[in-house]
């Protein structure tokens, strides 16, 4: 890591609007694009898992990833793309602010500018004459442009009846001090006015008259701190008040210690409609919202309410539930009345801001109708379950009703997009179909032959577990392989498809998200046809198990491909094996029960040593007859701890714990 962050980014707003007019949303972005711009949300939504898991260091690396992964985009983006990354270099900027106060140095953000932007002059980027938007302006904190917002603090009309001294000061205190006031937790102090305004080393944090933008109320608002969540909704409404009406200062010396005063009067609560009914759907209703309006919130509400490091708001859409009870200003459905519901009049921009914001594209008319349809009928469900997030639901829905064709066509433009953004630099590519699979990648074209006809052979392997149709049906769709001549070229694939890191040691895997489904390699002139088939076995297994159904979980399928590869009578040297074994044996002893191997709380490769295992148990002579019952459950429909219970006789979870006695002794 780098030193700490030690700058703000300031938006010139007025040369924008003159520079820019109406051009912002003028055009669409690319299918390469929105990908560009997903794979950035998923990457900073990894990043505030990791936060919220207090894994601070990996949240840390999870934005530097994010900021490289918008660096590489933006080589061959347009100016649409970069007004997209919007509202992800908005909250990579708070990411920083949180990350600093825990102490995580992370790089500096640069504001990327568009490819042509590099052949104008100095003078024309100065002057404006370049024909090309105006960049941001980047001041380092150490020497900042001005002095900070209200260092010296106007005296307060008491804007909506809110005093610092008296109301906003005791929160700060009571709720912040041991940190934060009487403390200078990761070089933040706010032990006065002076010094809240003056902001944190990573910038400033209370911004007056911009409650969206102050990182003080951001930080609450995500649940980041304080660490224990101790501040009310009313005290939450207190602070934006004060924010929104200057963040003026009510005291005789904004130097002055804080204190707590004698108590909070808090502003009153705005009057807040109870949360309407869920109702589920009767058939009878022309719009279905699984199918036709989930959609639409998560390709238009992800990174700021859907999957959010902070909601905007209060607003959460991930799933039904969450989004019928609405946000900070109450439902924003009004079943049966779609012109009086906050939503239908908050897409219009008929009240406050319109959404989605942050630069994206404002709905259509025709989705907004759509939308107020689905509310007139009565806002039904028409999903698995009210606790479903939306993303899968979608998902579902497309799957259920698409054709093995259709399935295969969306994961072919899918996998030409994302080779796209991988391979930036413009290198050859090449593609071609068989039966079950559409290969592509930067591999040699005779590699991607011998890839293809080594994965139709190793099938084999799949078909002794899955009972399926052939050629398109075997996955529900034709199966991805990207091919890839260099381990470099599979990690930077990893790192900006799938926003991680694969192992050091991985040379293959396999992915099933619910549409797409993909096996990723590393395959070169050089390698042996045995080397090849040998990568594959294992992922082709995996995926054609994880593709009986939605909820088919990882460890699962995982367990059951490398259980399958361990039987293959593929050659492994001994000490390969010995070191298998010892893993397999260290994460037994680290596993305390089956709730912390299915809540993913150990680490991943402990996590797949021991999915192996237990897969092995299931499929032994004794209990084969139990796996091929859930295999068929699977194939016929049912959810997979249905399916688990029907051919076991007991829950996953129950099975887990009674193999865990069993190897423990």
Same mark, same amino acid.
């Given at each position: 890591?780098?030193?700490?962050?030690?700058?703000?980014?300031?938006?010139?707003?007025?040369?924008?609007?003159?520079?820019?007019?109406?051009?912002?949303?003028?055009?669409?972005?690319?299918?390469?694009?929105?990908?560009?711009?997903?794979?950035?949300?998923?990457?900073?939504?990894?990043?505030?898992?990791?936060?919220?898991?207090?894994?601070?260091?990996?949240?840390?690396?999870?934005?530097?990833?994010?900021?490289?992964?918008?660096?590489?985009?933006?080589?061959?983006?347009?100016?649409?793309?970069?007004?997209?990354?919007?509202?992800?270099?908005?909250?990579?900027?708070?990411?920083?602010?949180?990350?600093?106060?825990?102490?995580?140095?992370?790089? #500096?953000?640069?504001?990327? *500018? +568009?490819?042509?932007?590099?052949?104008?002059? /100095?003078? %024309?980027?100065? &002057?404006? $004459?370049?024909?090309?938007?105006?960049?941001?302006?980047?001041?380092?904190?150490?020497?900042?442009?001005?002095?900070?917002?209200?260092?010296?603090?106007?005296?307060?009309?008491?804007?909506?009846?809110?005093?610092?001294?008296?109301?906003?000061?005791?929160?700060?205190?009571?709720?912040?001090?041991?940190?934060?006031?009487?403390?200078?937790?990761?070089?933040?102090?706010?032990?006065?006015?002076?010094?809240?305004?003056?902001?944190?080393?990573?910038?400033?944090?209370?911004?007056?008259?911009?409650?969206?933008?102050?990182?003080?109320?951001?930080?609450?608002?995500?649940?980041?701190?304080?660490?224990?969540?101790?501040?009310?909704?009313?005290?939450?409404?207190?602070?934006?008040?004060?924010?929104?009406?200057?963040?003026?200062?009510?005291? #005789?010396?904004?130097?002055? *210690? +804080?204190?707590?005063?004698?108590?909070?009067? /808090?502003? %009153?609560?705005? &009057?807040? $409609?109870?949360?309407?009914?869920?109702?589920?759907?009767?058939?009878?209703?022309?719009?279905?919202?699984?199918?036709?309006?989930?959609?639409?919130?998560?390709?238009?509400?992800?990174?700021?309410?859907?999957?959010?490091?902070?909601?905007?708001?209060?607003?959460?859409?991930?799933?039904?539930?969450?989004?019928?009870?609405?946000?900070?200003?109450?439902?924003?459905?009004?079943?049966?009345?779609?012109?009086?519901?906050?939503?239908?009049?908050?897409?219009?921009?008929?009240?406050?801001?319109?959404?989605?914001?942050?630069?994206?594209?404002?709905?259509?008319?025709?989705?907004?109708?759509?939308?107020?349809?689905?509310?007139?009928?009565?806002?039904?469900?028409?999903?698995?379950?009210?606790?479903?997030?939306?993303?899968?639901?979608?998902?579902?829905?497309?799957?259920?009703?698409?054709?093995?064709?259709?399935?295969?066509?969306?994961?072919?433009?899918?996998?030409?997009?994302?080779?796209?953004?991988?391979?930036?630099?413009?290198?050859?590519?090449?593609?071609?179909?068989?039966?079950?699979?559409?290969?592509?990648?930067?591999?040699?074209?005779?590699?991607?032959?011998?890839?293809?006809?080594?994965?139709?052979?190793?099938?084999?392997?799949?078909?002794?577990?899955?009972?399926?149709?052939?050629?398109?049906?075997?996955?529900?769709?034709?199966?991805?392989?990207?091919?890839?001549?260099?381990?470099?070229?599979?990690?930077?694939?990893?790192?900006?498809?799938?926003?991680?890191?694969?192992?050091?040691?991985?040379?293959?895997?396999?992915?099933?998200?619910?549409?797409?489904?993909?096996?990723?390699?590393?395959?070169?002139?050089?390698?042996?046809?045995?080397?090849?088939?040998?990568?594959?076995?294992?992922?082709?297994?995996?995926?054609?198990?994880?593709?009986?159904?939605?909820?088919?979980?990882?460890?699962?399928?995982?367990?059951?491909?490398?259980?399958?590869?361990?039987?293959?009578?593929?050659?492994?040297?001994?000490?390969?094996?010995?070191?298998?074994?010892?893993?397999?044996?260290?994460?037994?002893?680290?596993?305390?029960?089956?709730?912390?191997?299915?809540?993913?709380?150990?680490?991943?490769?402990?996590?797949?040593?021991?999915?192996?295992?237990?897969?092995?148990?299931?499929?032994?002579?004794?209990?084969?007859?139990?796996?091929?019952?859930?295999?068929?459950?699977?194939?016929?429909?049912?959810?997979?701890?249905?399916?688990?219970?029907?051919?076991?006789?007991?829950?996953?979870?129950?099975?887990?714990?009674?193999?865990?006695?069993?190897?423990?002794?």
């Amino acid at each position: 890591m780098t030193m700490p962050m030690r700058f703000l980014v300031l938006t010139v707003l007025v040369l924008q609007a003159l520079a820019w007019g109406g051009l912002a949303s003028a055009a669409e972005l690319s299918a390469r694009e929105k990908r560009a711009v997903e794979t950035v949300n998923q990457t900073i939504r990894t990043a505030g898992i990791e936060y919220k898991a207090r894994n601070f260091a990996a949240a840390g690396e999870a934005i530097t990833r994010a900021m490289d992964q918008i660096d590489i985009a933006m080589k061959v983006g347009s100016a649409e793309l970069l007004e997209a990354f919007e509202p992800a270099m908005k909250r990579i900027s708070t990411a920083h602010a949180l990350l600093e106060l825990e102490g995580v140095a992370v790089p #500096p953000f640069r504001r990327p *500018t +568009l490819p042509s932007a590099n052949n104008a002059s /100095a003078d %024309d980027t100065a &002057t404006g $004459t370049s024909g090309e938007k105006p960049e941001m302006v980047i001041f380092d904190i150490k020497d900042p442009p001005s002095e900070p917002p209200n260092a010296t603090p106007p005296k307060s009309d008491f804007a909506a009846g809110v005093s610092f001294t008296q109301h906003v000061a005791p929160i700060l205190v009571g709720r912040c001090g041991r940190c934060h006031v009487t403390g200078s937790k990761g070089g933040f102090n706010m032990a006065n006015y002076e010094a809240l305004m003056k902001g944190s080393r990573a910038g400033v944090v209370v911004f007056p008259g911009d409650v969206p933008n102050s990182v003080l109320v951001e930080v609450i608002e995500s649940g980041a701190m304080p660490p224990n969540g101790s501040v009310s909704a009313q005290e939450l409404l207190t602070l934006k008040t004060w924010i929104n009406g200057g963040a003026k200062f009510d005291g #005789p010396d904004p130097t002055a *210690t +804080l204190s707590a005063g004698s108590g909070v009067a /808090a502003v %009153d609560e705005p &009057t807040k $409609t109870a949360m309407p009914e869920i109702k589920q759907a009767t058939g009878k209703e022309t719009v279905s919202f699984a199918g036709d309006i989930a959609p639409l919130l998560v390709e238009a509400c992800k990174g700021c309410h859907i999957d959010a490091m902070q909601t905007r708001g209060g607003l959460q859409l991930d799933t039904f539930a969450r989004m019928m009870r609405g946000g900070d200003s109450g439902p924003i459905i009004s079943p049966g009345n779609a012109a009086d519901s906050l939503l239908v009049k908050k897409l219009r921009g008929m009240v406050g801001e319109r959404m989605p914001a942050g630069g994206r594209p404002a709905f259509s008319e025709d989705s907004i109708q759509l939308i107020s349809t689905w509310i007139n009928e009565g806002a039904t469900l028409d999903g698995a379950s009210k606790d479903q997030p939306l993303e899968v639901m979608s998902k579902l829905a497309w799957m259920k009703k698409a054709s093995a064709s259709e399935i295969s066509a969306k994961r072919k433009a899918d996998a030409e997009d994302d080779l796209k953004l991988v391979n930036a630099s413009g290198g050859e590519m090449h593609s071609l179909s068989t039966d079950h699979f559409f290969v592509t990648g930067t591999a040699s074209k005779p590699t991607l032959e011998l890839v293809a006809a080594k994965a139709e052979e190793e099938l084999k392997w799949a078909k002794t577990i899955v009972d399926a149709a052939e050629g398109e049906e075997f996955f529900h769709g034709k199966a991805t392989l990207f091919v890839m001549p260099r381990r470099y070229d599979y990690s930077e694939f990893a790192k900006m498809i799938e926003a991680r890191d694969v192992p050091s040691d991985w040379n293959a895997h396999w992915k099933f998200d619910g549409i797409n489904a993909y096996i990723a390699l590393v395959a070169t002139d050089r390698d042996e046809d045995d080397e090849i088939a040998d990568r594959l076995i294992s992922p082709l297994v995996s995926l054609a198990v994880a593709t009986r159904g939605m909820d088919v979980p990882r460890w699962f399928a995982e367990g059951v491909g490398a259980s399958v590869y361990s039987k293959s009578g593929t050659k492994v040297d001994r000490d390969a094996k010995r070191r298998e074994d010892a893993e397999i044996s260290a994460a037994v002893v680290a596993m305390k029960d089956a709730k912390q191997f299915l809540g993913e709380k150990l680490k991943p490769e402990q996590t797949d040593r021991i999915s192996m295992a237990i897969a092995a148990s299931m499929m032994d002579r004794g209990r084969r007859k139990n796996f091929d019952a859930l295999m068929r459950n699977l194939s016929d429909g049912l959810p997979f701890d249905q399916a688990f219970q029907t051919a076991f006789r007991a829950t996953p979870a129950a099975y887990i714990t009674q193999w865990l006695k069993w190897v423990k002794g």
